[in-house]
């Protein structure tokens, strides 16, 4: 536009002899020297065609710099969801290895003392205070054995494992309905087998984990929990529903448990939403696409011990 309009304007001043006009006219002016004013023009043109160009380039460093901070922030933010991802998968192999763990020791030993307890009962007098004692430990010993069951639960469901996510989250409602006395549904629907291990996991623990804000802050007496897929290539939607006081979504503060389950989402290329419940209440809903973006490694305790 600049060039265009230059020829233009030498056009149209060959056609109109502008300058003869322009010196005639300020012939009159030769003691101020106003026809000098034409090279003081052009010398200002020139300064402020050299002022233009190193705003060009000072704006092209600037823009270089905002790309560059930008690709730096992007990878930084990559390598932070690569070790946070990759924290889940270590953590998911050492709830594997401490349940195992309790399983075998701490459970084992439980049931031994309790029948121990039991056998000293058995043959002590009825009257006698060591079998009041024994008594005692064996009901501590089953008492102790059941919160260690519960502590594997939490851990490593076995249901998860044994009957899959269907199974694992039926059996969650159910625990779950016993200890705080709300009505827990599960409605399950679709192709929902052979989802895999890191989509099982996932969806497990978000479900635990909405369950476990339920009885902390929603005060509500009745809770479902949707998981559909319409086919083999559909998308997984998880959908936990409480008629609780509710809440606005905005407002919602992002602590651990929150950030864990948006993590777990994300690393399945899916995501994690929060809003009305048409119960109520709160709704907390997780999309997981059919095939993930990224195969996260979940490691084996035989991977775990290796590195």
Excluded at 151 to 171: F, H, I, K, T
């Amino acid at each position: 536009m600049i060039a265009a309009a230059a020829v233009l304007t030498f056009l149209v001043s060959s056609r109109t002899e502008l300058y003869e006009s322009l010196h005639t006219a300020l012939e009159r002016y030769e003691g101020f020297q106003a026809d000098e004013l034409v090279f003081v023009l052009l010398s200002l043109l020139a300064g402020l065609a050299v002022f233009s160009l190193l705003r060009w380039r000072e704006a092209r460093r600037e823009l270089l710099s905002r790309i560059s901070a930008e690709r730096a922030l992007q990878r930084l933010a990559a390598r932070n969801r690569d070790l946070a991802q990759t924290l889940i998968g270590l953590q998911e192999a050492e709830r594997r290895r401490i349940a195992h763990e309790l399983h075998d020791h701490f459970g084992q030993s439980c049931n031994a003392i309790r029948i121990d307890a039991v056998f000293l009962c058995k043959a002590l007098p009825d009257d006698a205070i060591e079998q009041a004692a024994a008594s005692r430990i064996a009901d501590m010993a089953d008492e102790l054995y059941q919160t260690v069951r519960g502590l594997l639960y939490e851990l490593r469901p076995a249901a998860l494992d044994s009957l899959g996510l269907v199974g694992a989250l039926q059996s969650l409602c159910e625990s779950w309905e016993e200890r705080t006395e709300v009505s827990c549904a599960l409605l399950p629907s679709g192709e929902l087998s052979d989802l895999g291990e890191q989509i099982n996991i996932a969806l497990f623990r978000i479900a635990q984990e909405s369950l476990s804000n339920v009885v902390k802050h929603a005060r509500a007496s009745h809770v479902r929990i949707s998981l559909r897929r319409e086919s083999e290539a559909g998308p997984i939607e998880l959908e936990i529903e409480d008629d609780g006081v509710g809440h606005d979504a905005a407002s919602v503060r992002a602590g651990l448990g929150w950030l864990g389950m948006k993590e777990r989402a994300s690393m399945l290329g899916g995501e994690l939403t929060i809003g009305q419940s048409r119960l109520g209440g709160v709704m907390v809903r997780c999309r997981i696409p059919a095939a993930p973006r990224s195969e996260q490694r979940i490691y084996t305790e035989t991977e775990q011990e290796n590195r």
